[in-house]
């Protein structure tokens, strides 16, 4: 487990990109998900768990449904992993959770509310490569035939069907995690640079499976005092709602935000 308050813009810079370089290849590609939170104190649950009650029994209810009525937007022959990708990208409570590939859009999304500005933010950096090694091997092969790092829908149905397959599974180390990649829906997704974590687990949030993990990750802490200076800086490098959100609601949310005073 690593847990480090970054003391400056500088430094911030450093902690996300630190480890990015792959010998192999000889290029920066990091291998890490980034989750921005405006608030420390803010877990890694999802919105399935957080819908509360007997959720793992919903879950299966609320796909059932949404697949019942999304049919003008998704075919029937789509796999779960895209109908589920879908379902989570327009809000449905599931039990993905929704990372980035891009360290400053992870920095957005910990300074985007200007009314927790008094809080320290946090942003969660996970090593997706080591993570994927600790998976069963008929779910690792899938990965490994591909020579990829993370999953696409279509990889994860080579494997897996559905979640009831998901649930049946387990690697040597007991419940494991998935980071795979949603299909392009739309422009948000894109621009996100976004993609999706799953454990084999409803019941188990992602921070507690990590904390399981420690070798695997590290909180870097965004001050309070730090907020402003980071979302400045990420405005003057385009990295805002306009951008990340197309269309005239991001447009609108940037400009609220933009304009308001420093009080």
């Given at each position: ?110 300074t ?62 007991g ?5 795979f ?83």
């Open positions: 487990m690593t847990e480090v308050s970054a003391t400056s813009w500088e430094h911030l810079q450093k902690l996300l990109f630190e480890d990015s370089w792959n010998s192999g290849i000889k290029r920066h590609r990091s291998r890490h998900a980034f989750r921005g939170l405006t608030s420390s104190a803010y877990d890694l649950k999802t919105s399935l768990m957080r819908l509360g009650g007997s959720y793992p029994q919903m879950e299966r209810h609320l796909l059932r449904n949404f697949r019942k009525y999304a049919h003008q937007s998704v075919v029937e022959k789509d796999s779960i992993w895209h109908w589920l990708s879908v379902a989570q990208h327009h809000g449905l409570p599931t039990r993905l959770l929704d990372w980035t590939y891009s360290p400053f859009v992870a920095m957005h999304f910990a985007a509310d200007h009314r927790q500005n008094d809080v320290d933010g946090a942003i969660w950096k996970v090593d997706f490569g080591a993570v994927h090694q600790l998976l069963p091997g008929k779910v690792k092969d899938a990965m490994d035939r591909e020579g990829s790092n993370v999953f696409t829908v279509e990889m994860l149905a080579e494997s897996l069907k559905d979640l009831r397959e998901l649930d049946g599974l387990s690697s040597p180390s419940d494991f995690a998935i980071f990649e949603p299909p392009s829906i739309d422009d948000r997704i894109v621009n996100q640079f976004a993609y999706f974590s799953i454990i084999s687990n409803a019941t188990l949030s992602m921070d507690a499976w990590l904390r399981s993990h420690p070798s695997l990750w590290t909180r870097i802490i965004v001050p309070a005092s730090l907020k402003w200076e980071v979302r400045d800086k990420l405005d003057q490098s385009n990295i805002t709602e306009r951008v990340l959100f197309p269309g005239l609601d991001g447009l609108c949310k940037w400009l609220s935000r933009h304009y308001t005073p420093r009080t």
